[in-house]
C-alpha cells in the first residue's frame, strides 16, 4: 500500500532552519505531484508548497515564498521542505501528500494520500 513517511520536524528557534522529508512507498513517485500542507493548533489544515513530478515547477502560499524551498529526488522516490527563516507562526504539524497526473495544486482534495506528519516548534 502506499505510505508516506515524514520526518525532520522538531524544535527550533526562530530565525532557525530545518529540512523536512517525505518518503514515499507503493507508488509510482515520479508520475505524483507533492505537496506539503501544515496545520497548526486551533487551526485548519493549510496549504505551504507543491512541486510537479519532474520537480520542474513549483508552487507556494504567499507567506511562505522566500522562506520555504520544495524539491524531490525522485531517484529516492522522497520529497523536502527546506525552511528558513522561522518564525513562532509556522508551528504546526507538517504533512506531505501525493497527487496523481503530477501537476502541483494548492487544493487538498486533489491530493488522494497523505503522510501521519511530523511536528515542527519554532519558539521565540
Known amino acids: 500500500q502506499v505510505q508516506l513517511v515524514e520526518s525532520g520536524g522538531g524544535l527550533v528557534q526562530a530565525g532557525g532552519s530545518l529540512r523536512l522529508s517525505c518518503a514515499a512507498s507503493?507508488?509510482?513517485?515520479?508520475?505524483?505531484?507533492m505537496g506539503w500542507f501544515r496545520q497548526a493548533p486551533g487551526k485548519e489544515r493549510e496549504f505551504v508548497a507543491a512541486?510537479?513530478?519532474?520537480?520542474?515547477?513549483?508552487y507556494y502560499a504567499d507567506s511562505m515564498k522566500g522562506r520555504f524551498t520544495i524539491s524531490r529526488d525522485n531517484a529516492k522516490n522522497t520529497v523536502y521542505l527546506q525552511m528558513d527563516s522561522l518564525k513562532p507562526e509556522d508551528t504546526a504539524v507538517y504533512y506531505c501528500?501525493?497527487?496523481?497526473?503530477?501537476?502541483?495544486?494548492?487544493?487538498?482534495?486533489?491530493?488522494?494520500?497523505w503522510g501521519q506528519g511530523t511536528q515542527v516548534t519554532v519558539s521565540s
Open positions: 501528500a501525493a497527487k496523481r497526473n503530477g501537476l502541483p495544486a494548492k487544493e487538498q482534495m486533489s491530493y488522494s494520500y
Open positions: 507503493g507508488l509510482t513517485f515520479s508520475s505524483y505531484a
Open positions: 512541486i510537479s513530478w519532474s520537480g520542474g515547477s513549483t
